[in-house]
């Protein structure tokens, strides 16, 4: 199971007493927390509320939802409410609440585990995107719950508690470093590893007695028609030096888009799960190439061979390999600028 620990900070200019009333009413969320889709209480707890089972339904920008139960196990009136969370999502919720001068202090942390297959099935590559989910949603809370009272938010803060040891004072600062992802990076790991995969793909055709030269400018309309239109599916008499560069430069493009991702994660799986999560990438690629694309552009479907999905994985592979090469040589610190 993928586990995730984070941490958001609020400062708001608005009295403590008034703040955790809010927070505390957790059956009105959905009044004003946008994300907070549904709530409902499935048991009673004691008369100081230990006990009680409320039913959480979330979603954020994300195409998916995730719906969890919470057993109510501390609450201490302006100081602190916990609770076990189990569902989509297994582990611990955690308020805390302190003054700072004028200001509202109220820190979030969330240490939980996801139970749902395909979450961890994609972890390796999505695990920032589940991250930076979350602190969208913590964000939109933390303006909401401004709006709502009225008062000036000051500041707020999201942080990914799990990431690799660092000083404290840099550590609050790393979420908003590694929502940062460096062009160059993915630009270089892109293309090289769509070098490899050309080859690979190459060498698979020439090995199987398919026409290499033949197969390569199929390949290369199929890519170039994107732009130019289906009549360059046809083969041209001449050479096609203009459907050439189109192919080329798309698959540039695509080699870069399809980069951003592991560029990010690179340094934060080892070497073997990050082979491991780059064959899977590859091969969910092959999905979006030759299954998705060809609702737009339904000529893709002559090319769906395992010749193709094998140069898929080996692009995924060879990515993840580059990415993290990369991230190894880089000087660039992870944790982020004072």
Same mark, same amino acid.
């Given at each position: 199971?993928?586990?995730?620990?984070?941490?958001?900070?609020?400062?708001?200019?608005?009295?403590?007493?008034?703040?955790?009333?809010?927070?505390?009413?957790?059956?009105?969320?959905?009044?004003?927390?946008?994300?907070?889709?549904?709530?409902?209480?499935?048991?009673?707890?004691?008369?100081?509320?230990?006990?009680?089972?409320?039913?959480?339904?979330?979603?954020?920008?994300?195409?998916?939802?995730?719906?969890?139960?919470?057993?109510?196990?501390?609450?201490?009136?302006?100081?602190?409410?916990?609770?076990?969370?189990?569902?989509?999502?297994?582990?611990?919720?955690?308020?805390?609440?302190?003054?700072?001068?004028?200001?509202?202090?109220?820190?979030?942390?969330?240490?939980?585990?996801?139970?749902?297959?395909?979450?961890?099935?994609?972890?390796?590559?999505?695990?920032?995107?589940?991250?930076?989910?979350?602190?969208?949603?913590?964000?939109?809370?933390?303006?909401?719950?401004?709006?709502?009272?009225?008062?000036?938010?000051?500041?707020?803060?999201?942080?990914?508690?799990?990431?690799?040891?660092?000083?404290?004072?840099?550590?609050?600062?790393?979420?908003?470093?590694?929502?940062?992802?460096?062009?160059?990076?993915?630009?270089?790991?892109?293309?090289?590893?769509?070098?490899?995969?050309?080859?690979?793909?190459?060498?698979?055709?020439?090995?199987?007695?398919?026409?290499?030269?033949?197969?390569?400018?199929?390949?290369?309309?199929?890519?170039?028609?994107?732009?130019?239109?289906?009549?360059?599916?046809?083969?041209?008499?001449?050479?096609?030096?203009?459907?050439?560069?189109?192919?080329?430069?798309?698959?540039?493009?695509?080699? +870069? /888009?399809? =980069?951003?991702?592991?560029?990010? @994660?690179?340094?934060?799986?080892?070497? $073997?799960? &990050? #082979?491991? !999560? %780059?064959?899977?990438?590859?091969?969910?690629?092959?999905?979006?190439?030759?299954?998705?694309?060809?609702?737009?552009?339904?000529? +893709? /479907?002559? =090319?769906?061979?395992?010749?193709? @999905?094998?140069?898929?994985?080996?692009? $995924?592979? &060879? #990515?993840? !390999? %580059?990415?993290?090469?990369?991230?190894?040589?880089?000087?660039?610190?992870?944790?982020?600028?004072?």
């Amino acid at each position: 199971m993928a586990e995730y620990h984070l941490l958001t900070i609020w400062r708001i200019d608005a009295p403590l007493e008034t703040v955790y009333a809010v927070i505390e009413n957790t059956l009105r969320w959905p009044d004003w927390w946008p994300s907070v889709r549904k709530v409902e209480q499935t048991a009673d707890g004691e008369a100081d509320g230990i006990g009680n089972v409320r039913r959480y339904a979330w979603q954020g920008k994300l195409p998916y939802r995730v719906v969890f139960d919470v057993r109510a196990t501390r609450i201490e009136r302006l100081v602190a409410i916990e609770g076990t969370a189990e569902g989509d999502l297994d582990g611990v919720g955690r308020w805390k609440f302190s003054r700072q001068g004028k200001l509202s202090v109220v820190h979030y942390e969330w240490h939980v585990r996801s139970k749902r297959w395909w979450m961890n099935l994609v972890a390796p590559v999505a695990r920032s995107l589940f991250i930076r989910n979350h602190a969208q949603i913590m964000e939109q809370g933390g303006k909401a719950l401004a709006r709502l009272l009225k008062a000036p938010l000051a500041s707020q803060e999201h942080i990914d508690l799990m990431a690799a040891a660092v000083t404290p004072g840099v550590a609050r600062r790393r979420l908003r470093q590694s929502g940062r992802i460096d062009p160059s990076l993915a630009l270089v790991a892109g293309v090289g590893a769509g070098v490899i995969a050309t080859a690979a793909q190459l060498v698979l055709w020439w090995l199987t007695a398919m026409p290499v030269l033949e197969t390569l400018m199929r390949d290369a309309r199929l890519t170039a028609a994107m732009v130019l239109g289906s009549s360059v599916l046809s083969p041209p008499s001449t050479a096609p030096w203009d459907i050439l560069l189109v192919a080329t430069l798309i698959h540039f493009f695509l080699s +870069f /888009a399809y =980069a951003l991702i592991p560029s990010h @994660l690179a340094s934060r799986l080892r070497t $073997g799960p &990050a #082979l491991l !999560a %780059g064959a899977v990438y590859g091969l969910s690629i092959y999905v979006v190439n030759m299954y998705g694309f060809t609702l737009l552009f339904p000529w +893709f /479907a002559v =090319a769906r061979d395992w010749v193709t @999905l094998v140069a898929h994985i080996v692009f $995924g592979v &060879a #990515l993840a !390999a %580059g990415c993290r090469l990369l991230a190894r040589g880089s000087k660039t610190p992870t944790v982020g600028t004072p």
